[in-house]
């Protein structure tokens, strides 16, 4: 049994197989890719799309895209569900059985309650809502074929708007930065801001109208159904069972996307009925005559040989030019930008604050009378952008006057090195770090008091000095990676050093000495050394705690795409091609055993577990290197005891396999 065993991974170790096998693929997901490519046209009708449940693969699609996300293994109300830790084609078998039997039923999702964030009392908390294994499966499924159906709609009008009007939440290669930097570019012109939030967006949603929007692209009735009992699926919070006849659960896979739909004609409406008519006839912008006066003296002095009452007279004049609007305020070209991100969105206007006034109370009327939807009052704000506006931890401003500050610079003119009045700050719009975001977080995480002071978090102090360097210098460079496109970064200098003294106290609260003798050991970057053991041989790792200009550096290793972010047409939403390693390996043998029948996808939570060489299937698990590896369902049941009592599994483990 072992050698035909063998005979077969052999011929599996071939190269040239591996084309035959995604050739396979493409031909058992051709069905998801025939959807997508059918709903590029926005006017399709979807009459049947209920089969598409039907259809095992497309839930070992939606399992390959979800199996790795950090959430997967959350349970549900489900207490011995096993899903997410053993899937093979069985399971989606068996899944696609209950929907030709129209037998499928979602389950309640289970309710916790987490804290807000900058909320430091226990009463600001907000729920999340956790499916059970096999429905956010499902979850995934309906999300694609959703997606493939709305998400052409969706670029057609933001194109059609040339992103004046858009949405950058939850959808495909679109992130916070692409929203901030379209604000940038499109925004020049403009000088006040409609800071918006919608108040209990999620449970607010009403469900006949989401419903009706669904029905304006798909007709068919079972599928709409499921949509249906989804919404009414009922929450577990705390042991105690409540009804949801109103919104989307929060934390869904779906429910984003979902929000997104219903929000859609919110978005259409601002255009239309702001951004299009202040843009349709522009007026010919008048140069302000006094900025013209001005000019035309400044030019009269063009001497070789000025005397000193000549110069003095000359900067005034340069002073006085630059304080003074080039154009008429009347004349110059009204601009109107919006940009929404899920339930936070912001307007852009050139406009007075009495004008701005009215189009929120605009707003505010359409929203409750059109979407059965509130505004919250704190946190929808009309600010000038001279003041900054906070949007996505990002600050967008454009400096005052007063803030425009002017020096001396050398200029070399006609062989001669002059010197010339110019300004240090410009007035267009800046991106910067949202200082007070950032320190708010820092102190609801525990990195520092309110006074901003540096203090240790105990509850790293368990793992020993290499993860703790290691695990605050995930934090620096991420934040990092996050703001490294900003105007300027200066701001994170304060959070370097923040970080870093927080790091010495932990190290310090570990090792129960001072600060001082942590930064003698250690140096100021915390430098800490690491032996690994890999397949008989020591390798030596070293981490250290980045300061503020080397992790600026380090973060510029990837940078963005340039432009608007904007060109990704026709994405496909089940990511067919992307996980087709994992798919493959859901069609082939159990790697310890070598058995076929029932097998599935074991998933693993963590390498760092393997402390020994007593564990027989962690020497596996060191070999593979892989967070799911397939197994049947008998070694899956062992394993998941602790009781592996075959013969040493390394022997029959797939080569082949473990190299995908």
């Known amino acids: ?10 011929s599996l170790n071939k190269s040239s197989d591996l084309p035959s096998a995604s050739e396979a693929l493409k031909k058992n997901f051709f069905h998801l890719e025939e959807h997508t490519r059918r709903n590029r046209d926005t006017s399709h009708i979807n009459y049947k799309i209920y089969y598409l449940l039907c259809n095992p693969y497309t839930f070992v699609n939606a399992y390959a895209k979800i199996s790795k996300n950090s959430g997967a293994l959350t349970k549900g109300v489900d207490k011995h569900e096993q899903t997410m830790f053993f899937f093979g084609r069985s399971n989606a078998e068996q899944i696609a059985k209950k929907f030709k039997t129209n037998t499928y039923k979602w389950k309640p999702v289970r309710r916790t309650w987490i804290q807000k964030p900058g909320k430091p009392f226990p009463k600001f908390k907000r729920p999340i809502d956790a499916p059970t294994q096999e429905d956010k499966i499902v979850q995934e499924a309906v999300r694609g074929i959703l997606e493939a159906i709305f998400e052409p709609e969706f670029e057609e009008f933001e194109e059609s708007t040339k992103f004046l009007s858009t949405n950058f939440g939850f959808r495909p290669k679109k992130s916070t930065w692409d929203s901030v930097k379209n604000l940038k570019y499109l925004t020049q012109h403009c000088n006040i801001c409609i800071e918006g939030d919608i108040k209990s967006a999620y449970n607010s949603i009403n469900q006949e109208l989401l419903l009706d929007r669904l029905k304006t692209r798909i007709k068919d009735k079972k599928f709409l159904n499921l949509i249906k009992n989804l919404l009414l699926s009922g929450v577990m919070d705390q042991g105690q069972f409540l009804h949801s006849s109103t919104g989307t659960p929060q934390g869904s896979i779906v429910s984003p996307l979902l929000f997104n739909i219903y929000m859609f004609n919110f978005d259409k409406y601002i255009y239309h009925n702001l951004v299009e008519p202040m843009i349709k006839h522009p007026p010919k912008p008048k140069q302000n005559p006094e900025y013209k006066r001005i000019l035309f003296q400044e030019c009269k002095k063009l001497d070789k040989q000025m005397d000193k009452t000549i110069q003095k007279k000359y900067k005034s004049l340069h002073r006085e030019r630059h304080n003074i609007s080039t154009y008429e305020i009347t004349s110059i070209p009204k601009s109107a930008v919006f940009v929404r991100y899920a339930d936070d969105w912001v307007l852009f206007l050139t406009c007075t604050h009495k004008e701005a006034q009215q189009y929120k109370n605009q707003i505010t009327e359409y929203i409750k009378r059109a979407l059965f939807l509130e505004l919250d009052k704190e946190k929808t704000l009309i600010t000038s952008l001279e003041n900054g506006v906070s949007f ?5 401003i454009k400096w005052s006057k007063s803030q425009r500050k002017n020096k001396f610079v050398l200029q070399r003119r006609r062989n001669k090195i002059l010197r010339s009045l110019r300004q240090t700050t410009s007035n267009k719009i800046n991106i910067l770090p949202d200082k007070s975001r950032i320190r708010r977080n820092l102190i609801l995480k525990g990195f520092c008091n309110s006074d901003f002071y540096p203090i240790g978090r105990r509850g790293l102090a368990e793992l020993d000095e290499f993860e703790i360097v290691l695990k605050y210098r995930q934090i620096m460079l991420g934040i990092i990676e996050y703001y490294r496109n900003c105007d300027n970064t ?37 430098i800490i050394n690491r032996q690994f053991f ?27 795409d340039k432009g608007n972010g904007n060109n990704y047409k026709h994405k496909d939403p089940f990511y067919i091609q992307t996980f087709w390693r994992t798919k493959l390996k859901l069609d082939y043998d159990c790697c310890i055993c070598g058995s076929t029948e029932k ?32 197994v049947c369902h008998k070694c899956h049941v062992d394993i998941t005891n602790g009781v592996y009592t075959g013969q040493n599994p390394i022997k029959f483990y797939n080569n082949y396999l473990a190299t995908l």
């Open 490 to 526: 200066r701001a994170l200098n304060h959070l370097s050093y923040i970080l870093q003294y927080s790091c010495a106290k932990t190290l310090a609260t570990r090792q129960k000495t001072t600060i001082r003798k942590i930064f003698n050991k250690y140096t100021t970057k915390l």
């Open 599 to 630: 097998v599935g996808l074991h998933h693993i939570n963590s390498l760092q577990k393997i402390k020994t060489n007593k564990d027989r299937f962690g020497y596996i698990r060191s070999k593979l290197n892989r967070i799911q590896i397939p």
């Open 534 to 560: 890999s397949q008989g041989e020591t390798i030596n790792k070293q981490t250290s705690f980045p300061t503020y200009s080397e992790a600026k550096k380090l973060g510029k290793l990837t940078p963005r």
């Open 392 to 396: 996505l931890g990002f600050t967008i």
């Open 1 to 10: 049994m072992i050698k035909n065993h063998f005979s077969k991974t052999d």
